[in-house]
């Protein structure tokens, strides 16, 4: 397995685990009326790996799913990943 792999795979696990953190203080502020975290800054952390983990994050803990740009943006994230994870296994990207 190439090297960049291992890191690839390091990185996609801290994204995932960064979407659930913010996913769930955004869920905890909007509880208690206090600052939230922009939707701006939660679809970019998706777009950069973490769709799918917040997807299911927002889905369990019940937070914007009635925002369809969530519920229909975060999908789309996923599957411009799984795209881009075939074109590299695939050796189209790299």
Known sequence: MPWY??????YFVIVS?????????????AKKGRWRIPEAT???????????SMYVTMKT?????????FMIGLPLEIVLHAAIVCLFIAGKII
């Open 61 to 69: 803990i019940r937070h914007k799913t009635k925002h369809k740009k």
């Open 17 to 29: 685990l960064v979407s659930v953190v913010i996913t769930v203080a955004d869920k905890a502020s």
């Open 5 to 10: 792999i291992n890191l690839l795979i390091i």
């Open 42 to 52: 939660l679809m970019m952390i998706g777009l950069f790996g973490g769709a799918l």
